[in-house]
């Protein structure tokens, strides 16, 4: 920020109003505010503000002095920075500490070290995280975009310096605001469509944004003589193109790309528009409470991200589907409430000492060694708490590579299992399954499968309700949450964006017997297990899968996006005419039980067995449904991580890990169809309660995906509870 007279003397109160406008919309966005989906865009703004800012400060030095002070400006960005996000850091990293999951706590210490060496934007962008991943948000993801800024403030003066020792200085700084404004957006709109993550992450591709700001600045002589009815006009459509990005720009909109010249525009024609320029909009702007919201935006930045992702799971508010639907919102309005409050109080504990006050000239070497010494201390602090965690968790199982079994392990020949049903279509059970409680008393009566007295393929392993964690552990803790299917990775399916779906084969590519299996993330769980299958019979394996996309026909809702998830219902069909063009010998669908709908009446599970039936219908060869995974009350690994002594506490009844749902919408689609139900639920869970552990294998990677180490142990149950194909159903 400007300091000293001359720097009060260009004060714009109608500025610090735009930046409360930009954190308003970073925090409707965040909260999940419904039609604010694209208030991510403040963030735009703030770099558009940044460059425009910062630019004046130097150019103005340059003009006045004739030479831009490097190390008085490095200062000067340390003591606006630095305090406050110290303060930020380390309260987050002992929030941690206390609230999440021993298993989570190393990632969040990396988190913690990239941001403190600004290179938050480069490890996310690695990492390819997504601000609106179901689950699993670190606490330091926002740090991404302090560290483009950071990383802009290292280069952009020393260009600046350069430039304006060529002539004069605004012209000089001007052309090289253009060459970057052209080269990064360029770099930006091609990067996006090939590397979205990097596009929105990284320096290179958000350097034009900051540097417009800057070529604004640097116009300010030449702007400020336009009329004022232009100057008005070019406020009111700023205006309007910023508004326009909240309903342009969609979270499945390629961005930064294209789309992003309309947060762009649009704050750049709010400064250009303002000056000495007295109207209605700079009025507005300057309203007292937006401006006091902005003035403490950048703690209101900092605070409210880890306030709104650990707060939830400290109030033990952790019910994803209680998230998806959007009945956490009021919670979340409250934490961004106290979010708001906090930031007040480090804006005037923390940032004005720093900036104005007693603390804001220790001079310039001990002003570096204290700032040196306070991020030294974070470094050592995350850096600690990641080994420390590291170490207990490494304590607990084996690595995830030391788990697969090789395909020469298995028999040349499974024992078959037959089941027998009192219902007019076949329905496949789990061998040897207990007896299955009554979910309620809602449900239809309907006749049980039973087994018949073929041995089981092989001795099931004793699930493990209480005590200790099994030493052998497989996959580890530690390596949980990376223990799943390839496809996304091998890009053979497809997550939010998208509806074209890639033809992918695994097993076999020229096996006589082709298998597709079909759905969402639920029917990728299966995946390994299936592999395992097409390499051991010479299957040709064909997956069809997308994130959070269910197998039925009707309209779904995407709580990520916010809105219907009509990408879902363009992949459906374009994968009922690749299957008609494949003809596989047997189509598997597996789907989510639980999701949320676009008409309420379509929450009805057998109304859902219709639209299954309907899709099926028009599906070639046979076809198989496979009941839905039993789900857990808990993330496991996380609890487990927590509880490694005392495994009880990470258990699931029966009656909720099936739920009242249970087989309904797949007996009515059967129903329909005659296609068999494959249910190996009472193998995930053969218990009461439904076990986390099931011998030494970890059973779920969080609280519903199964992990591909426990579904690849099921590939003889799986097998034997397929219905024949091909040349074994004697075609």
């Not at 299917?485 to 399916?493: H, R, S």
């Not at 299957?579 to 009805?604: C, M």
């Not at 329909?672 to 190996?680: E, M, R």
């Amino acid at each position: 920020m400007a300091q000293g007279r001359a720097d009060e003397a260009r004060f714009r109160p109608d500025l610090e109003g735009l930046r409360g406008i930009a954190i308003l919309l970073v925090l409707v966005c965040h909260i999940g505010i419904p039609g604010a989906e694209a208030g991510f865009v403040g963030v735009d703004v703030f770099f558009v503000l940044s460059g425009f800012l910062i630019t004046g400060l130097l150019v103005d030095q340059a003009e006045r002095t004739g030479r831009i002070g490097l190390g008085a400006f490095y200062a000067r960005r340390a003591r606006r920075i630095l305090p406050a996000a110290i303060v930020v850091i380390a309260s987050t990293l002992l929030a941690a500490q206390l609230v999440l999951s021993p298993l989570d706590l190393p990632r969040v210490a990396d988190d913690a070290l990239a941001a403190s060496l600004s290179l938050a934007n480069i490890r996310f962008a690695v990492d390819a995280t997504d601000y609106f991943a179901p689950v699993n948000a670190s606490p330091m993801l926002h740090f991404w975009s302090l560290a483009v800024e950071e990383q802009f403030y290292l280069f952009w003066p020393v260009l600046l310096l350069i430039a304006s020792r060529l002539g004069r200085p605004r012209v000089a700084m001007g052309v090289v605001a253009v060459a970057i404004l052209v080269s990064s957006f360029l770099l930006c709109y091609t990067l996006t469509a090939t590397s979205e993550a990097w596009a929105y992450y990284s320096l290179p591709t958000r350097a034009w944004q900051l540097a417009a700001g800057g070529l604004v600045a640097l116009s300010a002589p030449w702007l400020s003589r336009a009329p004022r009815r232009l100057a008005m006009a070019t406020g009111w459509l700023g205006v309007m193109l910023l508004g326009a990005s909240l309903g342009v720009i969609q979270e499945t909109s390629a961005y930064p790309g294209l789309v992003s010249l309309f947060p762009t525009l649009g704050a750049l024609a709010i400064i250009a528009s303002g000056g000495p320029v007295a109207s209605p909009l700079r009025t507005g702007l300057s309203w007292t409470p937006l401006r006091w919201l902005g003035r403490i935006s950048y703690s209101v930045y900092l605070w409210h991200w880890p306030i709104l992702v650990l707060g939830p799971i400290a109030l033990g508010l952790t019910d994803t589907d209680q998230a998806a639907t959007g009945a956490d919102v009021p919670v979340r309005v409250g934490l961004a409430a106290a979010a708001i409050a906090i930031s007040a109080l480090t804006w005037w504990l923390v940032e004005e000492p720093f900036r104005r006050g007693r603390l804001s000239h220790p001079g310039r070497r001990r002003g570096f060694a204290l700032a040196g010494a306070a991020v030294a201390v974070v470094l050592i602090g995350s850096t600690t708490m990641g080994a420390v965690a590291e170490r207990d968790l490494g304590s607990d199982g084996a690595t995830v590579g030391d788990v697969e079994p090789a395909v020469a392990d298995l028999p040349d020949t499974w024992p078959a299992v037959t089941t027998s049903s009192p219902e007019p279509w076949p329905v496949v059970a789990s061998p040897s399954a207990p007896p299955r409680p009554d979910p309620t008393d809602s449900d239809p009566p309907r006749a049980t499968p039973t087994a018949t007295s073929t041995p089981s393929p092989a001795p099931r392993p004793s699930p493990r309700v209480d005590g200790r964690i099994p030493r052998d552990l497989q996959p580890s803790l530690a390596g949980a949450r990376d223990d799943h299917d390839p496809l996304i990775a091998d890009g053979c399916g497809l997550s939010l964006a998208g509806t074209e779906p890639p033809v992918c084969e695994y097993g076999d590519p020229h096996g006589a017997l082709t298998v597709a299996l079909v759905g969402d993330s639920h029917a990728t769980n299966w995946f390994p297990a299936f592999e395992r299958l097409a390499r051991h019979r010479g299957w040709r394996l064909v997956p069809f899968t997308k994130f959070s996309c269910v197998f039925v026909d009707m309209p779904i809702w995407s709580p990520l996006l916010g809105r219907e998830y009509t990408e879902c219902e363009a992949w459906r069909e374009q994968v009922v005419t690749q299957l008609e063009r494949i003809k596989p010998d047997l189509t598997v669908i597996a789907s989510n039980q639980w999701f949320p709908v676009v008409d309420d009446r379509d929450g009805e599970p057998e109304r859902q067995g219709k639209a299954m039936a309907r899709l099926i219908k028009r599906l070639p060869g046979s076809v198989a449904i496979m009941v839905d995974t039993p789900r857990s009350d808990v993330d496991v690994p996380a609890c487990l991580a927590k509880y490694r002594k005392a495994i009880e506490h990470c258990t699931t009844s029966r009656t909720a890990a099936f739920g009242w749902r249970h087989l309904r919408r797949e007996t009515e689609a059967a129903r329909i169809t005659g296609a068999p139900i494959v249910d190996l639920s009472d193998i995930i869970c053969p218990s009461d309660p439904c076990a986390p552990i099931i011998g030494s294998t970890l059973v779920y990677r969080d609280h519903h995906h199964l992990t591909a180490t426990f579904a690849a142990s099921l590939a003889r149950a799986l097998e034997a509870a397929l219905p024949p194909i091909g040349v074994e159903a004697g075609t």
